[in-house]
């Protein structure tokens, strides 16, 4: 049974830091994993999804890697802004998406 | 243009009530998904479904049915409803199986 979990569960940075959220899933047989972010009272919009093939997908600021072996994943915030601030979640695809409980990012002027 | 929306965004209710909620994508998508979040926050599947097929998760209640009169609207329709219902309900789309999901803003049940 796929477990997806991610930490922190919660973070606050200052504006303009760098940072990674982590991602790890139990079963390597998945289709794609993918990142979403989720803003209070809202639904979830889809950021990146990184075929199973591949090792990393880049949009804007954002670049998401893959290591299917190790069963990781990791979405790197480049200069972060408060605009930023949401929960950020990963879901690994095999049949249907199993979600992680999401990171609770911060990001302070 | 809300690519996936659903109505109601709130919904209050008493316990044994039957209620439903309404989805509907201007996408084109092929496939129509209903999850649940909890009070922890935790995002699971409830239903996938597409023109030919529909895939429950072993674990919802039979109470819950998803009814779909066309491609591009899953309306979710729960009886006798109980307490432990209450959570926030999104529907979202894809185009095929395991690509981008588009989420709906969800709806947040209060059941009482």
């Known amino acids: 049974k796929q477990e997806v979990t991610q930490i922190p569960a919660a973070l606050s940075v200052p504006e303009g830091e760098n940072l990674v959220l982590n991602c790890s899933f139990t079963?390597?047989?998945?289709?794609?994993l993918q990142w979403f972010r989720q803003d209070p009272g809202k639904g979830l919009t889809s950021l990146l999804l990184?075929?199973?093939?591949?090792r990393e997908q880049t949009s804007g600021r954002l670049n998401a890697s893959l290591d299917k072996s190790s069963g990781r994943s990791t979405l790197y915030i480049a200069a972060s802004q408060p605009g930023d601030s949401a929960t950020y979640l990963c879901?690994?695809?095999?049949?249907?998406?199993?979600f992680g409980k999401g990171t609770k990012l911060s990001v302070k002027p | 243009d809300t690519a996936v929306s659903q109505t109601p965004k709130y919904l209050v209710t008493q316990m044994g009530n039957d209620k439903s909620i309404k989805c509907e994508q201007n996408?084109?998508?092929?496939?129509m998904y209903w999850y649940k979040q909890d009070s922890k926050k935790f995002l699971k599947i409830m239903f996938s479904y597409n023109n030919k097929e529909l895939i429950i998760n072993e674990t919802v209640p039979n109470r819950f049915s998803p009814k779909s009169p066309d491609k591009a609207h899953l309306n979710l329709h729960i009886n006798s409803l109980e307490l432990g219902d209450s959570a926030v309900y999104f529907c979202a789309s894809s185009q095929v199986e395991h690509s981008p999901l588009h989420f709906g803003n969800g709806t947040r049940l209060t059941v009482t």
């Open positions: 079963d390597s047989a998945i289709y794609n």
């Open positions: 879901a690994a695809a095999a049949g249907n998406l199993i």
């Open positions: 996408l084109g998508h092929d496939t």
């Open positions: 990184i075929q199973s093939s591949q």
